[in-house]
Nanobody, 130 residues
Framework: QLQLVESGGGLVQPGGSLKLSCEASGSTLAYYAIAWFRQAPGKEREGVSF????????FYANSVKDRFTISRDDAKNMMYLQMNSLKPEDTAVYYC???????????????????????WGQGTQVTVSS
């Protein structure tokens, strides 16, 4: 059973950077598609970024494109989200998520849906404020 634990959240000033980490255990992350989501108070959980295993695809929400970068180190069972040029509207609890990714998996239409993923971390708070 895959387990995920996020770290790296905190308080940062607008324009600053943070790098979130997500450590996987209980299974090999290399067999999974991975994603980062976020949820602000009173809002739905939204997909931020995705990295597929079977086809190597990568997707970003328009709101974070060119500012955030998803990466993975399957040898270390780790995934990351580098966040640059942070804005107050990026304030949210950030979650890592994973779902088994078999050969031929198609993700472009479903990567941003929370219901796609069966494995979730507990979340880490990111606050962007001066």
């Amino acid at each position: 059973q895959l387990q995920l634990v996020e770290s790296g959240g905190g308080l940062v000033q607008p324009g600053g950077s943070l790098k979130l980490s997500c450590e996987a255990s209980g299974s090999t992350l290399a067999y999974y598609a991975i994603a980062w989501f976020r949820q602000a108070p009173g809002k739905e959980r939204e997909g931020v970024s995705f990295s597929g295993r079977s086809d190597g695809s990568t997707f970003y929400a328009n709101s974070v494109k060119d500012r955030f970068t998803i990466s993975r180190d399957d040898a270390k069972n780790m995934m990351y989200l580098q966040m640059n040029s942070l804005k107050p509207e990026d304030t949210a609890v950030y979650y890592c998520a994973a779902e088994p990714d078999g050969e031929g998996g198609t993700w472009w239409y479903r990567w941003g849906r929370a219901s796609t993923y069966g494995y979730w971390g507990q979340g880490t708070q990111v606050t962007v404020s001066s």
